[in-house]
């Protein structure tokens, strides 16, 4: 695989060739680029590039901006990398080759990968290491400050992912005895995603595990307020399930495994 070129969409949108940061130009630059590279060796048609950047408010030039965006980021390429041929042309539209570059979003799929086997072959320290380390890949929102539909709609999959993968760095903590952490983490988390359920069920197991019981308990009914004043429902069949579970002193709840 070609090492010389690096990008990044875990965050704002870089390019970094023999260690040197990139010029990507403007947001809506950056923005073609972005839909480029998460196509992950697919083509992208010139239509799809201009209805990513702007949607149903294409301006005539959209077609010839998009074509000036592809050439400046060549002549980028070429200067920094001699990677003029980093973005091909495709069909009817240009396409970068999977092998072309190191993606950041590839390192922590595969990192994530790996912890999950991990986990599953009980290695536990290790899985959350691999985990930690694939999270701090992450520097913010993704795609920051990229404008455009496409951009938008990749953020909120990409925010979903990171979450995941969030709630299991913590579950595999819990697994190892670090339950104050998580305890702080979990309330942190929670602060900015209030409705995710599987956040209030880690936060109940880790204060249990750490002999806090009535605080376990009352973050249930924390979040069943929450949720029947705010949506009108009732928490859901785990959440209400691990409340049963302490309420009965369940010893399996103390269990790593469980």
């Keep these: ?39 992950r060796g697919r083509q992208v048609s010139l239509d799809c590039l201009v209805d990513g950047l702007w949607g149903m408010d294409v301006p005539r030039s959209g077609a010839g901006t998009v074509r000036t965006y592809i050439s400046r980021l060549r002549r980028e390429l070429d200067a920094a990398a001699g990677r003029a041929d980093l973005i091909e042309s495709a069909g009817d539209g240009y396409v970068v080759p999977r092998d072309a570059a190191v993606l950041d979003l590839d390192q922590f799929e595969e990192a994530l990968s790996k912890a999950r086997t991990a986990y599953q072959c009980r290695e536990t320290v290790r899985a959350a290491g691999i985990l930690g380390e694939a999270l701090g890949l992450w520097r913010g929102t993704a795609l920051a400050g990229v404008p455009g539909p496409y951009a938008e709609a990749r953020r909120v999959r990409l925010a979903e992912l990171r979450i995941a993968a969030t709630e299991e760095q913590i579950a595999m903590g819990i697994a190892v005895g670090q339950h104050a952490v998580a305890v702080a983490e979990l309330r942190e988390l929670l602060a900015e995603h209030p409705f995710r359920e599987g956040l209030s069920e880690l936060l109940m197991l880790a204060l249990y595990r750490a002999g806090r019981q009535a605080e376990a308990l009352a973050a249930f009914n924390d979040v069943r307020r929450l949720l029947s004043v705010e949506l009108g429902i009732e928490p859901g069949p785990a959440l209400q399930a691990m409340q049963q579970r302490i309420l009965r002193g369940d010893d399996r709840l103390m269990d790593p495994a469980a």
């Design 1 to 39: 695989m070609f090492r010389g070129v690096r990008f990044e969409v875990l965050g704002p949108v870089r390019g970094f060739a023999g260690g040197a940061e990139l010029h990507l130009g403007s947001p809506q630059q950056r923005g073609v680029l972005a839909m480029l590279l998460l196509a």
